[in-house]
């Protein structure tokens, strides 16, 4: 049985629009690979793009060793970041109401900031050396549109990777002279240690996620452009967060960036 692609791209867009979730995509006859998921998660983005939302950069998730093993894959996975899911900090300091979500989860990552395109198929990690502008700390905000979280692979790729919304720090143009294998991140939610990792914990290296991902592009007649923000993939556990939090990030020799979460 063929999966009705736009219309779980409707489900999906009914849940975003009224942070009412619906039940896990893979219950529907169908839905029974990855192809079809991602076409859902284009479908939807889609539908953003009519509505005058503008395509910002990427993410990658599913980057551990351990989250893989979750989902029983041995890739990671991706999402796209939208105009309207950029959470602006002003001096490293954004500002969201914790009710523009449905069950939200804060994530340190590093994101990339390219200066040129990225073409797979063949891209190494000296390509996205070259083409990246410049890293920061940034804070992801994963959010699921499937009820309790009850999610398999189809439904967090069809659900644009889990993707809630994002906000980056001072971006950092001299970021060769860091290890960023060996750069500790760090989350604190109301200054209480919450989580931590290291670049590492992204696949070996962050860079490695940003070549995947543009070789996996490739597959689909896709590419990452000049000015694209890419958040490579979390270092840490992910930690649920509520209203009255702040959530900040440090990743060592970066500029920290953190999230206010009111009511």
Known sequence: MEVAIDVLAGRLAEAWETRRPIEPLHENPGLADVEAAYRIQQAWVARRLEQGDAVVGRKIGLTSRAMQEQFGVNEPDYGTLLESLHLPAPSGVASVPVGRFIQPRAEGEIAFLLKEPLSGPGVSVADVFRATAAVAAAIEIVDSRIRDWRIR??????????????????????????????????????????????????????????????????????????????LSGSLGPAVPVAAGQLVRVEVGGLAPVAVQFTA
């Open 153 to 230: 692979l189809v439904d967090t790729v069809a659900d644009n990777a889990s993707c809630g919304a994002f906000a980056v720090g001072p971006w950092c143009s001299r970021w060769r002279e860091l290890d960023l294998a060996l750069a500790g991140m760090t989350l604190y939610v109301n200054g209480r240690l919450a989580s931590s990792g290291t670049g590492a914990a992204a696949l070996g290296h962050p860079a490695t996620c940003v070549a995947w991902l543009a070789n996996k592009l490739a597959s689909l007649g896709q590419r990452l452009e000049a000015g694209d923000v890419v």
